[in-house]
């Protein structure tokens, strides 16, 4: 199903290390809004949704799992250079004792990940319209991160992932027409 280039989505740098704002990103490693979630929403729900649009949420699984490798990486540069004492100060001195430097699927408060953040109700509209929710969710907090760092290059990637989640809402919102469309077509048989 799957080829993968040994290469992110979109170039990731930052321009210092800044633990505070790792803090914060996580939210869109593991949180309920955040890549993960958004991920395996989408490939869940592709196997009840008409033909027409299966693609398309597969699709966009796809990218979310590379968002996710984004996200990582971004914390990953902004914490490799502090020290013990640095996290602590940011609120990770929790997270440092249970995990190190280790990644783990939680939002920026540290509460777990959680597969009730997943939402499938089965009705394709309805869950089309649940993924545009969850695209403008994370779009809204891109934007609130973005708005926290000073560090230009930071700002380009978390640009260019609010980005794709307008385009994503955008797509998934063609889904509902689309799918709206054959519901109220006559059928002639």
Known sequence: MWIYEKKL????????CDVRMAKYLIEQYGGADGELAAAL??????????????????????????????????????????????????????????????????????VPWTAAYIAAKGDPIADLYEDIAAEEKARATYQWLIDMTDDVDLQDSLKFLREREIVHSMRFREAVEILKEERDSKKIF
Not at 9 to 16: A, F, N
Not at 71 to 80: D, G, H, P, R, S
Not at 82 to 107: P, Q, S
């Open 41 to 110: 929403r989408y490939m869940n729900q592709r196997y009840t949704i008409p033909n027409k649009v299966v693609g398309l949420l597969t699709d966009i699984a796809t990218e979310e799992f590379a968002h996710l490798e984004m996200i990582a990486t971004m914390v990953y540069k902004l914490t490799k250079d502090a020290t013990v004492e640095e996290l602590k100060e940011a609120g990770l001195g929790d997270h440092y004792a249970n995990h190190d430097r280790a990644l783990f699927y939680n939002n920026a408060s540290g």
């Open 9 to 16: 989505q979109y170039p990731v740098r930052v321009s210092k």
